[in-house]
């Protein structure tokens, strides 16, 4: 069976990583005030995606189990994400030398950059850098999500694809209910990408990720909704520019607004791209800026920090200020598809056919063995 290419949720993924770096663009020369900020929960991409990304999963990977092993599963994750993990470690550690902001050259062992480097190759955290609070991934800090990205990965091949709808259905459940419970009494659900917060990390990932599981098991039960691309973009917005949210007697509304978009909203959301109409040029578009989510979101911290380091130096602010950030913005998407089209691209058909390759060599040797 011919899988379908979800063209809507493309374009959405695509939606949800302009929305991160027009946060991150604005907010790195406004130290990040949210009341400042017009995307203020832009962080809730991130979530977004790790249910797009169980969703994706489940529905390509499902049915493949009784002809695929697990090895094969992880060179096919790797050859798709890994490539701009390099990239990304190659851009982070240029944007840390050129950082003005970051004490490279005054008591600080060059050493200790070259392991955090090769760790960051790896997407394995490591301690810190000086300029950079305390990031799991100091160079380039979106990788956190990424490295929780691995994480599911590995979950869904070693466990959670052998269990049933219903295993997936209450774990799903309980998971959403731990995540409304700690961020609406804690308020503490923005973390995950540092050390400090790095027992969040599990409420940002499960909670969506085994969420995403199970649409993929259950949409096809369901009926239809379709609501289109361009309303479930704007909704998608919508919930990235609400307002922080105040806490009233002991509950954070803030918290438990954006554990309800994970638990509820984006559920639906995803649902509904799922079966939303959409023409020739709405599919063209999304493919377009589908495409190019992943590079923009992998490599735009680096040009970023460089970027707020000049900003903050040179006080500038007002309306240069914003000329200048949507000026960074579009940048950073033209880097964007350069990185897609002559990075990312080319090296995953490299790699994809070397694997393909080395995988029918080695099943011809397992047949003639067996002769």
């Known amino acids: ?24 663009v604005t907010g790195i020369s406004r130290g990040f005030d949210f009341n400042r900020l017009f995307v203020g929960h832009a962080y809730l991409a991130v979530d977004f995606f790790f249910l797009l990304s169980g969703f994706v999963i489940a529905y390509t990977y499902d049915g493949r189990w009784s002809r695929m092993s697990v090895v094969q599963f992880f060179e096919r994750r790797l050859v798709r994400l890994h490539p701009l993990v390099v990239l990304a470690g190659l851009l982070g550690l240029i944007g840390y030398l050129l950082d003005p902001s970051a004490p490279t050259a005054v008591g600080w062992p060059l050493a200790m950059l070259i392991v955090t480097f090769l760790l960051g190759l790896l997407l394995v955290p490591s301690p810190a850098l000086p300029g950079r609070e305390d990031w799991l991934f100091s160079l380039n800090s979106p990788l956190w999500s990424l490295w929780l990205e691995y994480i599911g990965n590995a979950l869904y091949a070693l466990l959670l694809h052998r269990w049933t709808t219903r295993m997936l259905a209450v774990s799903a459940l309980l998971a959403n209910l731990a995540l409304i419970w700690m961020a609406s009494t804690t308020g503490k659900f923005v973390g995950g990408f540092g050390w400090q917060t790095l027992w969040v990390a599990p409420f940002r990932l499960l909670p969506p990720f085994l969420m995403g599981l199970l649409v993929a098991r259950v949409w096809r039960r369901l009926p239809a909704c379709r609501i289109g691309f361009t309303w479930l973009a704007l909704l998608l917005t919508g919930v990235i520019a609400a307002p922080v949210l105040p806490s009233i007697d002991g509950i954070s509304l803030n918290g438990l607004f954006d554990a309800l978009c994970i638990a509820v909203l984006f559920p639906l959301m995803v649902f509904a791209g ?23 979101y992998a490599t735009h911290m680096p040009f970023v920090y460089v970027y707020g380091a000049y900003v903050r130096s040179l006080g500038i602010d007002g309306p240069v200020l914003h000329v200048l950030d949507a000026a960074v913005v579009a940048a950073l998407l033209l880097l964007a598809w350069l990185f897609h089209r002559f990075w990312d691209e080319p090296i995953r058909m490299r790699l994809s056919a070397w694997t393909a390759r080395a995988n029918r060599a080695a099943h011809l040797a397992d047949s003639q063995g067996d002769r």
């Not at 069976?1 to 991150?24: C, S, W």
């Open 1 to 24: 069976m011919q899988k379908i290419q979800f063209e809507v949720l493309n374009g959405m993924r695509g939606v949800a990583a302009v929305l991160i770096v027009v946060f991150h």
């Open 274 to 296: 799922i079966a939303s109409p959409s023409n020739a040029a709405t599919n063209a578009c999304c493919r377009f800026v589908g495409a190019l989510s992943f590079p923009l």
